[in-house]
């Protein structure tokens, strides 16, 4: 998938999420969701392949196991930035919406290469 349409995936795939699961996590519009799909994206970018190099022996052990823990962490990270539009309940709700969010855009990038 090109770049922006990642970035509308996501942010639609955080309002879903967001509407199944309220107790656990709270987005307060499209734009918040945009915005905090943007961010996690430079997160992504910027932030986690320094965190997979300094993981990778923890992330050995576990056999990518720790993958889940990463993605978690670019998420609250993203909340922090974004601020109170954009919330967990818990890092546990956090590891959650990540493994949510990694199924959705495996699945879609699986599908986009069999259109190919």
Do not use: C, D
């Not at 699961?21 to 918040?32: A, D, K, R």
């Not at 818990?90 to 699945?107: H, K, P, Q």
């Amino acid at each position: 998938m090109r770049f922006w349409q990642k970035i509308i995936v996501n942010a639609l795939v955080f309002l879903a999420l967001a509407g199944f699961l309220q107790n656990m996590f709270y987005v307060e519009s499209i734009w918040v969701a945009l915005g905090a799909s943007l961010v996690l994206s430079v997160l992504n970018l910027a932030v986690k392949p320094i965190l997979f190099i300094l993981s990778f022996p923890i992330t050995l052990l576990t056999m990518g196991l720790f993958t889940i823990v990463i993605n978690a962490s670019m998420l609250s990270l993203t909340s922090a930035i974004i601020g109170s539009g954009f919330e967990f309940s818990s890092f546990g709700a956090a590891m959650l919406i990540a493994m949510l969010i990694s199924l959705v855009n495996l699945l879609l990038n699986t599908q986009i290469i069999k259109a190919k």
